[in-house]
Nanobody, 122 residues
């Protein structure tokens, strides 16, 4: 089970940190991704991190967002800085067991999804 938290309303230029709590997983190797979906748009990958702390970001958030993890607590974070109105979306965390190779933004790879948390930037 995955549960996101930390969403809310923020002014443009401000920061926000999202959290994703996982329970019931015993993967030794995994990919954890943050995705978002704005109204009327397709869901898109924002950032991914694997169990070796390899990270990848969408071009639209590079330099502004940072993904991190606390493996011991099964917690993942998305620090979002310099937020823009176009970052407004429902944000989801997702997880899949990885068997090698780089993490992907392909949604069909992900086995588990959280219900999402809304981020609104005005």
């Amino acid at each position: 089970q995955l549960v996101e938290s930390g969403g809310g309303s923020v002014q443009a230029g401000g920061p926000l940190r999202l959290s994703c709590a996982a329970s019931g997983f015993t993967y030794s190797s995994y990919c954890m991704g943050w995705f978002r979906q704005a109204p009327g748009k397709e869901r898109e990958g924002v950032a991914v991190i694997d169990s070796d702390a390899y990270t990848k970001y969408a071009d639209s958030v590079k330099g502004r967002f940072a993904i991190s993890q606390d493996n011991a607590r099964l917690m993942w974070y998305l620090q979002m800085n310099s937020l823009k109105p176009e970052d407004t979306a429902m944000y989801y965390c997702a997880l899949y067991e990885a068997y090698g190779g780089k993490c992907s933004f392909r949604e069909d790879f992900y086995d588990y999804w959280g219900p999402g948390t809304q981020v609104t930037v005005s």
